[in-house]
């Protein structure tokens, strides 16, 4: 039995709290909601983020930071990517001794186009740097708290730190594999939530399989230029953390990437569309630090570029997909 605090009580961190509890350790989960805290403890669920599902008894939850840091040597970072430096700042400023930081996060910081790995090891004291890693693939929240089979990837810079993670989620029903490419897996985890917007747009309008098909196919090939210019493997954007995220959230109705853009594309504003989800749109966030980015590399993503536009100047959802579909003539190569 190992002690593990998960910081964040969303649907995420909740079903990885499961995972960690099914695999008999001594799980706390950390958070900033009263309710949501009492809910865990007393009802052994969380309703708000995922419903109708029993928590495993062992989980216990708290609203204390210190008791949290002070629980375990082994941190799973489950906040939105907007959260990352001020909870893992406030870690480093109570932590003492190494601990192992595994995020569960997909974005990039608008502005300064960090990786959340990078974020975390600008924020935390060196003295208590014990690695840093993420967990990424095809991992919806809704099916992992039930139990249906699902497989991600684990990275790290250090492979012992890669290792011992999979050994601390693997079991019966979540299958975890190890990846030494860090940049690729947190470039393909972040960038597929654009594609995710997009295509569910492309629904909204009623455009069908074709349009969808082709759109997460070439989404995927600006993933992988921004990525290989980035340093990432172009392999890795072949598996689960590439093409295997990009496949669940551009095609399942519990990708919240997804309900966005779909409300998009039947004609809601993009404040209208965030309101009704009442939940963290990580996309839309990324697809800003990536239209940057891509200027910065001198990488071509128009389907980055068009979404860009159309959450961030107004510009008609309809438009941007004759823009695309009117592009000059290239070999699919380029």
């Given at each position: 039995?190992?002690?593990i605090?998960?910081?964040?009580t969303g649907s ?7 995972v960690l509890a ?5 799980v706390?989960?950390w958070?900033?909601t009263?309710?949501?805290?009492n809910?865990i403890?007393?009802?052994h669920?969380?309703?708000k ?33 907007k959260?990352?430096r001020?909870v893992?700042?406030?870690i ?10 595994l ?6 910081e608008?502005?300064t186009?960090?990786r959340?790995?990078e974020?975390?090891?600008e ?8 690695g840093?890693?993420?967990?990424s693939g095809?991992s919806?929240a ?5 139990k ?14 890669a290792k ?7 079991t019966?029903y979540?299958?975890?594999y ?9 470039i393909?985890?972040?960038l597929?939530?654009i ?6 747009i ?6 069908g399989?074709n349009?969808?098909?082709?759109l997460?196919?070439r ?7 921004l990525?290989?210019k ?8 072949l598996?689960l ?7 669940v959230?551009c ?6 990437n ?8 039947k004609?809601a504003?993009?404040n209208?569309?965030l309101e009704?989800m009442?939940m963290v ?9 990536a239209y ?6 001198n990488?071509?993503?128009p389907?980055t ?7 961030f ?10 823009d695309l579909?009117?592009r000059d ?6």
């Amino acid at each position: 039995m190992t002690n593990i605090t998960v910081f964040g009580t969303g649907s995420w961190g909740t079903a990885l709290a499961n995972v960690l509890a099914d695999n008999d350790h001594n799980v706390l989960m950390w958070g900033k909601t009263e309710e949501t805290i009492n809910e865990i403890n007393t009802e052994h669920s969380n309703n708000k983020y995922l419903k109708n599902i029993t928590i495993n008894e062992t989980i216990k939850a708290t609203l204390d930071l210190k008791d949290a840091v002070h629980h375990a040597s082994i941190f799973v970072i489950a906040v939105p990517t907007k959260a990352i430096r001020e909870v893992t700042s406030h870690i480093s400023e109570v932590a003492d001794g190494k601990k192992m930081f595994l995020h569960v996060s997909k974005g990039i910081e608008p502005k300064t186009f960090k990786r959340i790995s990078e974020m975390i090891f600008e924020s935390i004291d060196p003295k208590i740097n014990g690695g840093i890693s993420v967990l990424s693939g095809p991992s919806h929240a809704e099916e992992v708290a039930i139990k249906h089979p699902t497989t991600v990837s684990v990275s790290s810079e250090n492979d012992e730190v890669a290792k011992l993670a999979q050994d601390l989620f693997m079991t019966d029903y979540f299958r975890v594999y190890t990846n030494n490419d860090l940049i690729g897996i947190e470039i393909g985890g972040a960038l597929k939530n654009i594609i995710a917007l997009a295509a569910g747009i492309t629904d909204g309008l009623n455009y069908g399989d074709n349009a969808k098909a082709a759109l997460i196919t070439r989404g995927l090939a600006e993933i992988t230029r921004l990525g290989v210019k980035m340093g990432a493997d172009p392999m890795t954007f072949l598996g689960l953390g590439g093409i295997g995220d990009l496949i669940v959230t551009c095609t399942s109705v519990h990708s919240r990437n997804w309900k966005c853009g779909n409300m998009l594309g039947k004609g809601a504003t993009l404040n209208e569309a965030l309101e009704e989800m009442n939940m963290v749109v990580e996309g839309v966030r990324t697809t800003e630090a990536a239209y940057y980015l891509a200027q910065e590399y001198n990488v071509e993503m128009p389907i980055t570029s068009g979404l860009y536009r159309v959450l961030f100047e107004d510009y008609p959802v309809e438009e941007g997909v004759k823009d695309l579909m009117g592009r000059d003539k290239k070999s699919e190569n380029i």
